[in-house]
């Protein structure tokens, strides 16, 4: 997991040492995190990312100081579990987008350094292929929120924590 922080760091000192401008090639909208639930040490985010180059992106990476670890995350229901696998980039169609939410793909955080307390906000670093680096603020949602968006009365089950 170190090798994934320190190729986001790369990634940045070899923009910034091209003077790359920060021309954002996806649009980033409607993002949110889950407030942390019973002291768990992990949380996710949510979000949509558009592409608004024509050429399709992805997205390889995230970090965030608040976390120790940043994956992301798709589920695959396997013998009628919902379980979260890891995987190693989002892919964007071209010229068009992708909804990060319960359920479905989504960031995770893992080993957070503090609690994610509703009505506050994150920094967020998300690497794309053509976009480069993008910084967010992403704001923090209540459980209730979570249990709105997933659609089925059923938290805690498949070993999800959030
Ligand atoms: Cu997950």
């Given amino acids: 997991m170190k090798h994934r922080v320190l190729a986001v760091v790369g990634v940045t000192v070899f923009s910034w040492v091209l003077g790359f401008s920060a021309v954002a090639l996806v649009k980033i909208e409607d993002q949110w995190a889950s407030a942390s639930i019973?002291?768990?040490?992990?949380?996710?985010?949510?979000?949509?990312?558009?592409?608004?180059?024509?050429?399709?992106?992805?997205?390889?990476?995230?970090?965030?100081?608040?976390?120790?670890?940043?994956e992301?995350?798709?589920?695959?229901?396997?013998?009628?579990?919902?379980?979260?696998?890891?995987?190693?980039?989002?892919?964007?169609?071209?010229?068009?987008?992708?909804?990060?939410?319960?359920?479905?793909?989504?960031?995770?955080?893992?080993?957070?350094?503090?609690?994610?307390r509703e009505g506050e906000a994150i920094p967020l670093q998300l690497v794309f292929t053509h976009s480069?680096?993008?910084e967010t603020t992403v704001p923090i949602r209540g459980v209730g929120d979570l249990h709105a968006h997933t659609g089925h009365g059923n938290p805690g089950s498949g070993g999800t924590d959030h």
């Fill in 72 to 116: 992301l995350h798709i589920h695959k229901t396997v013998n009628g579990v919902m379980q979260m696998r890891p995987v190693s980039a989002l892919p964007i169609p071209a010229g068009g987008s992708i909804t990060l939410q319960p359920g479905a793909e989504h960031v995770m955080l893992i080993g957070l350094k503090r609690p994610l």
């Fill in 38 to 70: 019973n002291n768990s040490s992990n949380s996710a985010v949510f979000m949509t990312l558009t592409d608004i180059s024509g050429q399709g992106d992805m997205l390889v990476a995230v970090s965030s100081p608040v976390a120790t670890t940043t």
């Fill in 132 to 134: 480069n680096i993008v």
